[in-house]
């Protein structure tokens, strides 16, 4: 059975600040997305990771792709509040057939 | 460019009906899936339809159906409603599923 799971699950931080989350997964994939979900409010594609390796950014937010460790990472760099949102990851091994999401990385972005 | 529209938004239903929910993708985008979120079980999986094709089905009862029609609309059906069945129920299009996808508001279900 496919387990996603993000660390931390709640994540505080103060603007300016750079973190990381992280996403792992059980079994062998090399497809991963990214979410952010603001309360309250519907999802929001962020990447979409197709291959070993694969690092894409957009503004403040970078991801990448470890297959081999079964790993993807979120990297937030000087954040700002606008950041505040629930961000998840989701794992697909088999073209949707085993579709299954993270729990949710909470973050709050202090001033 | 219109985005991805879902009606109802709400609903509010007693155990034992069945409700029908409905997606109107972006155009152009052929690929249609369907999500449940509950504060319990967290983001489902549900299905996913390609050009009116149910191409993948997530781990949920028979209780959960969909199609989708010639021009991507997409509609989802639950019958013989549980109180577990209470959720949001979020659909999103893309070109293809590997493709970004974009969400519609959802359509938050509650079932008395």
């Known amino acids: 059975e496919l387990k996603v799971e993000q660390n931390p699950l709640f994540l505080s931080m103060q603007e300016g600040k750079n973190y990381t989350i992280y996403c792992n997964y059980s079994?062998?994939?090399?497809?991963l997305y990214w979410y952010r979900q603001d309360p309250g409010k519907s999802l929001e594609s962020l990447f979409v990771?197709?291959?070993?390796?694969a690092v894409k950014q957009e503004g403040r937010l970078m991801a990448s792709l470890d297959t081999k460790a079964r790993l993807s990472t979120l990297h937030i760099t000087a954040a700002v509040h606008d950041l505040s949102a629930t961000y998840f990851c989701?794992?697909?091994?088999?073209?949707?057939?085993?579709?299954?999401f993270g729990p949710g990385t909470r973050l709050s972005v202090l001033p | 460019k219109a985005g991805v529209t879902q009606t109802p938004r709400y609903l509010i239903k007693t155990r034992g009906q069945q409700v029908t929910l409905s997606c109107s993708p972006i155009?152009?985008?052929?690929?249609v899936s369907w999500y449940q979120q509950t504060p319990g079980q967290g983001l489902q999986f549900l299905f996913e339809y390609f050009s009116e094709t149910q191409r993948n089905k997530g781990n949920f009862p028979g209780r959960f159906s969909g199609r989708q029609f010639s021009n991507s609309r997409s509609e989802m059906n639950v019958s013989t409603l549980e109180l577990g069945d209470s959720a949001l129920y979020l659909c999103?299009?893309?070109?293809?599923?590997?493709?970004?996808?974009?969400f519609g508001p959802g359509t938050r279900l509650t079932v008395l």
């Open positions: 990771l197709l291959s070993n390796g």
């Open positions: 155009s152009g985008h052929r690929s």
């Open positions: 999103a299009s893309s070109i293809e599923l590997t493709d970004t996808q974009y």
């Open positions: 989701a794992v697909d091994t088999y073209y949707g057939q085993n579709f299954v």
């Open positions: 079994t062998t994939s090399d497809r």
